[in-house]
């Protein structure tokens, strides 16, 4: 046993989930689809399978042709409507991998060929697998096929394929053992979890070729490497800067709720009876740290954070926009623990008809993986509008907690100067900050932060020191939107009262 292998108390117990493609076949079924672009570990296991059955197993492809897996034949090189011809007509009971065959289902003689052999040789015993990143079968095969995808590797899996790229580095440099403790290995093995094998040893390979080390400094580039292989489709950004709610003035409820469910969060031991974490809503006025406070979630949390972009989900094409959100969703969920923020969700899934139905179907499909997600992905949607969220995603059970973002009052005022004064690295001791936070009143953090910065620019023009008095005056030239958009201001203050949670 190596070094490495010491350092680290895991037993390891090769294992893959591969009963449901044994009973496929034991039960005769005549096609089956499989998606995966892990060909070779698919072909991989059903070797292992088929040995179990006692059965042979071929495969095709459109390069080599038609060769046996299980002892060394010479393959015979066969078209995709001659290899269904040869087996309509001389197969033997057993696997006939067909490897990339979805485009050639199109063809009408292939799909013919297809259900000729499901019809007349599907109760013998022969087993089509038709293996492919994605198959699309024609309605005339779907009532003899079954469709089906390997599992992601295990946990085990996953450790014996670190070990591996840990054995491979050190076999390149003269032997010498990769240096990894026990947590560390932990934590690398559970960012890693969500991946295909192959990606996962790749990723692995970064974090040890690096320094012939494992340590936590690896995990933070194994998130960004992980989600890039992940999101394909470019629906979710990485944000790859949170905040701290040092960074935010107020917040002082949320911040207690929020850590009496961390230890529950991580799955700690003896959180086991309490349900996990869903999500919070904030629902408050513009420009009060919403979007700031989803960050500083991620950040305390100390997890990846996730924004789902709404507009770069909805497309033209029917049940494209379902499917784009489906699969964000299932990008969250390999990356766990992690936060998903849904910035401005009312604009995403407004009720009303002017779509085709597509936001009712975005809401169902999103109320639905809600209510039956397992894995820990804290949702945290934030809202401006409460008039146009669906009554369905409002109610008591959806979120863990609405929490409503007012405008700040005078003492977190006060707190929001210090920060950006300090921000900006001018010296906080200089400003009354009672004064600018009593001049103040009806400003958000963000016109707060404006009044600084445009006092900031009228004073690098006149090449002079910031001032009490400058930043007084800029206050008092801005019209904030607490008097802008009183009257709505004024109705969201009064639906939220009794139905929502005070941030602060």
Known sequence: MSRFEKEECFKIF????????????????????????????????????????????????????????????????????????????????????????????????????????????????????????????????????????????????????????????????????????????????????????????????????DDGAITASDIPEIQKAKYQLLNREGVLSFEYDTAKFSDIGGFRHLKTWLEHRRDTFYGVTGTEQFDQPKGVLLLGVQGCGKSLAAKAIAGSFAVPLLRMDFGSIYNKYHGETERNLRESLQTAEAMAPCILWIDEIEKGIASGDNDGGTSKRVLATLLTWMAEKKQAVFLVATANDITSLPPELVRKGRFDEIFFVDLPVEDVRAGIFDIHLRKRQLVVGTFDLPALAAASDGFSGAEIEQSIVSALYGFHAAKTELSQQAVLDAIQNTKPLSVLMAEKILYLRSWAQDRTVPCD
């Open 14 to 209: 090769l294992m893959t989930d591969t009963q449901d493609i044994e009973l496929l076949i034991k039960s005769r079924t005549p096609i089956i689809a499989m998606e995966s672009h892990e060909e070779l570990r698919v072909l991989t296991t059903l070797l292992a399978i088929a040995k179990r059955l006692d059965q042979p197993v071929f495969r095709w492809s459109v390069t080599d042709g038609l060769q046996r897996l299980d002892i060394k034949l010479p393959a015979q090189s066969l078209d995709p409507a001659a290899v269904l011809r040869h087996i309509k007509k001389h197969a033997q009971i057993g696997v006939y991998v067909l490897l990339d065959f979805h485009p050639y289902l199109v063809e009408p003689v292939h799909m013919r060929l297809l259900k000729d052999i499901a019809v007349s040789h599907g109760s013998r015993g022969i087993s089509l697998v038709l293996l492919s990143h994605q198959v699309e079968l024609p309605g005339e095969l779907t009532k003899f096929a079954a469709k089906t995808k390997l599992a992601l590797p295990t946990d085990d899996e996953l450790m014996q394929a670190v070990r591996e790229v840990a054995n491979e580095w050190s076999q390149h440099n003269e032997h010498t053992a990769v240096k990894a403790k026990s947590e560390a290995l932990k934590i690398l093995i559970k960012n890693l979890k969500g991946l295909t094998l192959r990606d996962a040893q790749r990723l692995a390979r970064n974090a040890i070729y």
